[in-house]
């Protein structure tokens, strides 16, 4: 089996895409449906949690603080699995982490709205951190799938030193974060129209997206290995 193969389709446009457009998604999910919490913006979390500290409201701030918390939890989780999966296996351990979030969304997805929404937040959280942890490039090129300003300013620099040397390299890997961004924003647009029309049931999109990415990279693992 080709594990290999999976990790350079998990590195492919195509599957860091579709996981761009659920990191958006979810943003928009727990922003309109669970508390105005944003699932991947943990910078945007911090902010909240001080300005509510400096208004005296400590439950508030607390309640910004515990998805953070879990974010931090999630990067563990991941780095303890690939500790685990070094070692050649039919099974890639970006497969196992995709598995992982399919299942948490899913539960996510009968969990009404209400008064459970801080555990919603923390597990949407927690997925957040895995798949940001465990994705980490797309055609070589770092990048992250559920946040914005480390695309934005790698996007820039790329397409600065495309002006300067016309390398097309450049111009590759700007256009790979720009679109990257496109549809994280995609997502942003679909989790808040289908938030407001399927309610906690949306997570099911992203579940099926995730479905697709773990095909993809199943069926790359069960292609004969070329180089062997």
Excluded at 67 to 96: C, D, N, T
Excluded at 98 to 126: D, K, R, T, Y
Aim: aromatic share 14%; glycine share 6%.
């Amino acid at each position: 089996m080709n594990t290999n193969a999976a990790h350079q389709k998990a590195d492919s446009f195509f599957v860091s895409a579709l996981l761009a457009i659920i990191g958006g998604f979810l943003d928009a999910y727990t922003y309109n449906l669970r508390d105005g919490v944003l699932a991947n913006a943990q910078t945007g979390n911090m902010v909240f949690m001080v300005i509510r500290l400096t208004e005296g409201h400590l439950q508030q701030a607390f309640f910004y603080l515990i998805p953070i918390f879990f974010f931090m939890l999630g990067v563990f989780l991941v780095e303890k699995i690939r500790f685990y999966k070094h070692a050649p296996s039919a099974i890639h351990w970006q497969q196992i982490i995709l598995a992982i979030e399919f299942f948490i969304l899913l539960i996510v997805s009968f969990i009404p709205s209400g008064p459970l929404n801080m555990a919603v937040n923390i597990a949407i959280a927690l997925t957040c951190s895995m798949q940001v942890e465990s994705f980490r490039t797309v055609q070589g090129n770092p990048f992250a799938s559920t946040m914005c300003t480390g695309n934005l300013r790698s996007g820039s620099e790329s397409l600065f030193y495309y002006t300067q040397t016309r390398d097309q390299q450049y111009l590759k890997s700007a256009l790979h974060y720009f679109g990257i961004i496109t549809y994280f924003l995609i997502g942003v647009l679909l989790g808040s129209s289908l938030s407001h029309v399927l309610f906690e049931k949306a997570t099911l999109v992203c579940c099926l997206l995730l479905l697709i990415c773990l095909l993809m990279l199943k069926k790359s693992s069960a292609a004969p290995d070329k180089m062997s």
